[in-house]
């Protein structure tokens, strides 16, 4: 499908806003542009990371339904296409329909199928059956995919540009820890996180890329806050997509952590310089100029980056330690459980509040081998991480939560309601909607045999290896 003078292209529409029409018309020239024409099966995957309430946590989380559905109505439009499903894998511990149904997914594809010229479909990757996938990577040898995606004769990725607390940025080529389930999208999620997303590239290599940078996220990834670009960027290759992106957020493609492994690996292109820049922008010039519009690079922008100024711009007496995740050395794992513990306490600060966090008790979180003797002040310490450790004194209780990596959903469950704040778990409409989500989760896997699947696959090969 990807031809390859097409590949260090990467076309740039200007866009103010999401107008269906008008983002019909862009996408629709920039399937001419590189002459893509799918045919038979295509599965889109938008970037659904969280979705709830979304006039409380936010709604830049998530690729924007007219945007999702512009793409479906200019696709189906491909002569010779059959059908197109939507297909996402939210973050650990939430339910993906849940996300959807929060962001009016489920409502644009009733608006999509009304509009488009084949069947229309929506599926939630964690409940439906996988197929296992060969990757030879450095993480994964294999991997078990979505078996629509699996089978699907062209893939088409919509990222939504964002700031990102561990990885600099979210594009295209990260979008494809989504196409992992839960179990496999924990496997090496810590200081191996940059590799684990380039093996990924393996199963999940775009054939045409769409990228919302219209409305771009500032901070962190779940909870961002808006910043208008007015961009659409399209390409088929997921590395040059995101150079430019990436640049448009300042960055060098060597600063983004996931590219620099990519190319290290031999991914090409290397640099922005040897991209060929089309469209309403014509240079690395012309996209300096428009990233002028997401500019300062300030408080905000970087925004649930760093835990203790985080923590001290809100005046909370919680503390937060930080040390190596190996015994003689001084390297900290940037990508695994200080992640989750990102998302956890900017979570809390949508659902809470500032206020909340400076009337918080003063616990204190550590993550890697912390070194220094810990007072906890007669107060609780929670050791975050399978490689957590350190010698505390004076506290009420050690909390232990032994897992590589711990996931905000793992927080959430086991401390959140014991920090002095309003908790979501504490909230009955939340567990509401949570149980009644994960309830309809469990019985679409049953009808699907998703439950059967993976039970046969650890009987098979887990349980075999173990023995």
């Not at 292209?9 to 018309?25: A, H, M, N, P, T």
Request: aromatic content about 8%.
């Amino acid at each position: 499908m990807n031809l390859e003078s097409n590949q260090n292209i990467v076309f740039i529409k200007q866009c103010e806003e999401y107008d269906r029409e008008r983002l019909g018309q862009i996408i629709a020239q920039g399937m001419n542009r590189f002459n893509f024409k799918p045919r038979g099966k295509v599965m889109i995957k938008p970037n659904v990371v969280f979705a709830y309430q979304t006039d409380r946590f936010g709604k830049m989380a998530y690729t924007p339904p007219p945007f999702v559905g512009a793409s479906l109505v200019a696709l189906s439009k491909s002569p010779g296409l059959k059908r197109i499903d939507v297909g996402e894998n939210c973050a650990v511990g939430f339910p993906t329909r849940l996300c959807y149904k929060s962001a009016g997914y489920y409502d644009e594809i009733k608006i999509a199928r009304k509009q488009a010229k084949c069947k229309v479909g929506i599926f939630c990757m964690d409940e439906e059956p996988r197929e296992s996938v060969f990757i030879g990577g450095v993480v994964h040898d294999n991997l078990r995919i979505s078996k629509k995606m699996a089978r699907a004769d062209a893939k088409v990725y919509l990222p939504k540009l964002k700031c990102h607390c561990v990885s600099k940025m979210t594009g295209a080529v990260k979008l494809n820890i989504g196409i992992c389930s839960d179990d496999e999208r924990s496997i090496r999620h810590d200081f191996m996180l940059n590799e684990k997303i380039v093996d990924l590239l393996s199963a999940g290599y775009p054939d045409f890329i769409i990228m919302d940078a219209i409305d771009v996220g500032m901070g962190n990834e779940a909870f961002p806050t808006p910043r208008k670009l007015g961009l659409v960027i399209m390409g088929t290759n997921p590395l040059a997509v995101d150079i430019v992106g990436a640049r448009l957020l300042g960055l060098s493609a060597s600063e983004v952590p996931y590219l620099k492994v990519a190319m290290d690996r031999g991914y090409t292109p290397a640099s922005i310089d040897q991209i060929d820049i089309d469209g309403d922008l014509k240079s690395v010039e012309d996209i300096d100029e428009q990233a002028k519009r997401l500019m300062p690079y300030d408080d905000e922008f970087y925004r649930w980056q760093d835990v203790e100024k985080e923590l001290k711009r809100m005046n909370s007496p919680m503390r937060f330690y930080w040390g190596p995740y190996r015994k003689s050395q001084s390297d900290k794992c940037l990508t695994g459980c200080v992640m989750g513990l990102k998302m956890f306490l900017g979570g809390f600060e949508k659902f809470a509040g500032v206020q909340a966090f400076a009337t918080a008790r003063p616990v204190s979180f550590v993550i890697g081998r912390y070194e220094e003797p810990i007072d906890a002040n007669g107060e609780e310490v929670y050791l975050l991480g399978s490689c957590a450790k350190a010698s505390i004194s004076n506290a009420k209780k050690v909390v232990h939560i032994d897992k590589c990596f711990t996931t905000a959903t793992d927080m959430n469950l086991s401390i959140g309601h014991k920090l002095g704040m309003p908790a979501p778990t504490r909230d009955p409409k939340f567990l509401m909607d949570l149980i009644g989500a994960a309830s309809a989760a469990m019985g679409r896997k049953m009808i699907s045999m998703r439950y059967f699947q993976d039970i046969g696959h650890f009987l098979s090969k887990g349980l075999i290896r173990r023995i």
